[in-house]
């Protein structure tokens, strides 16, 4: 009587499956799963940042990195790279969250593919409701002898059009909302570890070497020596720094280079302000 009522509802086989494996997000279920007539659309997650090749996706993009370092998590990754690389020039100075971040994503140029994470497509970063619509290169064109003008079943190029230009619309509509807010200048606090070479070290000459550099946008703060062992004792001094000024490894070169003196420079703590 089982097997005769399970085949009368096969929907029940696809129930089963369901409830095994409704851990997983529901966003991330295949669509081989056959579960798709169980799933309210209203659960599938729309993500993006538009066009990232025009002005009102990189507006997203910065609008998306105000209160964020990267595109995921805290460290540099696979989905910066996949945004960074879907951008063809730096964004522009008024969009300094968006610029900031790209300076700093260019500097792991030559080492971007031991980044960590898995590079996913851009329609999977980005704040939820916008979608992504970042065109694609143009593929290869074909021999003029192949019949690629022929349409057996019709066109939707006219609906599409349509699409788009709905879509960059409302992105325009955004932007402007956007733009209205006053622009807020990205600063980030920093506490730096400077190691000496040994015990011998003059660290009142270290201190004063590292306060002699100034660059805009980078203002020193308090300091102080902290004992590490046998003796030797490091340069613990914090500084605030304009993100899209400064960055660590601007900070960290010309630390270094007062290669008498400085061993090695470490960030011990870093905050967005």
């Not at 509802?9 to 798709?36: E, H, M, N, T």
């Not at 190691?195 to 306060?211: G, N, Y």
Request: charged share 30%.
């Amino acid at each position: 009587m089982a097997e005769e009522e399970e085949e009368l509802c096969p929907g029940r086989r696809a129930y089963s499956r369901y409830k095994s494996i409704c851990s997983r997000p529901l966003c991330l279920l295949p669509r081989s799963s056959g579960l798709s007539s169980f799933l309210p659309p209203v659960l599938i997650a729309i993500m993006g940042f538009g066009d990232l090749k025009s002005n009102s996706g990189l507006t997203v993009l910065n609008d998306y990195l105000s209160e964020r370092s990267y595109i995921e998590g805290y460290v540099p990754s696979q989905a910066d790279v996949a945004v960074f690389e879907a951008i063809p020039s730096p964004p522009p100075t008024e969009l300094c969250h968006a610029l900031r971040w790209y300076n700093h994503i260019k500097s792991y140029q030559s080492q971007k593919s031991s980044l960590p994470g898995v590079k996913k497509p851009l329609g999977q970063y980005g704040p939820a409701g916008v979608a992504d619509s970042t065109s694609k290169p143009a593929p290869a064109s074909k021999d003029d002898d192949d019949d690629d003008d022929m349409d057996l079943f019709g066109s939707d190029e006219e609906e599409d059009t349509e699409a788009a230009r709905l879509k960059e619309e409302r992105l325009a509509e955004y932007a402007a909302r956007k733009a209205k807010k006053p622009a807020l200048i990205a600063k980030s606090s920093l506490l730096l570890d400077v190691k000496p070479w040994d015990d011998e070290t003059d660290m009142a000459k270290l201190e004063e070497c590292v306060r002699s550099i100034q660059m805009d946008g980078l203002v020193w703060g308090q300091s102080k020596l902290v004992p590490v062992g046998y003796g030797i004792k490091k340069l613990q001094i914090g500084c605030v720094v304009e993100d899209d000024k400064v960055g660590t490894d601007i900070l960290e070169e010309q630390i270094t280079a007062f290669e008498d003196f400085v061993q090695s420079m470490d960030v011990a703590a870093f905050n967005k302000i």
